[in-house]
């Protein structure tokens, strides 16, 4: 789930119309008489259509996005008894936690993939009955 939730809030921030925006344009006037502001538009863009993402934020944004797939990855070592599942799903919870220096992303990020994510990585690392430990 919270792999999932990485992606489609990724997705979301990129693409969904949450900026909003507002401009006034000048009426186009003959030259030496002065403009004059035409009416004020009003609206909601998307990140992608408010600036340039390349290279940011897009690259916070794919961090901010995946990191719980690399925890996903991790969990499936772990329960499979192969080596590096720990460190993979620790990796993954401090790439998701870096999303707190952001204003813009943490409000998003934060409650719907870091807390799930943090849930998810206290529940897998705790020791399982029978499960032998490294």
């Given at each position: 789930m919270s792999a999932?939730?990485?992606?489609?809030m990724g997705?979301?921030?990129?693409?969904?119309?949450?900026?909003?925006y507002c401009r006034m344009e000048l009426?186009?006037?003959?030259?030496?008489?002065?403009s004059t502001p035409g009416p004020t538009i009003c609206g909601q863009?998307?990140?992608?259509e408010a600036q340039t993402?390349?290279?940011?934020?897009?690259?916070?944004?794919?961090?901010?996005s995946l990191a719980p797939l690399i925890s996903h990855v991790g969990v499936r070592r772990k329960m499979?008894?192969?080596?590096?599942?720990?460190?993979?799903?620790?990796?993954?919870?401090v790439l998701e936690a870096t999303?707190?220096?952001s204003f813009g992303a943490a409000p998003f990020f934060a409650p719907f993939v870091l807390l799930?994510?943090?849930?998810?990585?206290?529940?897998a690392l705790m020791p399982r009955p029978g499960m032998r430990t490294h």
């Open positions: 999932a939730l990485g992606v489609a997705l979301l921030f990129l693409l969904a119309p949450i900026q909003g009426t186009g006037a003959p030259p030496g008489v002065p863009q998307s990140l992608i993402v390349w290279p940011m934020p897009l690259l916070a944004i794919a961090v901010w499979a008894d192969q080596g590096g599942g720990a460190g993979l799903i620790i990796a993954a919870l999303v707190l220096i799930p994510l943090l849930i998810t990585t206290a529940i």
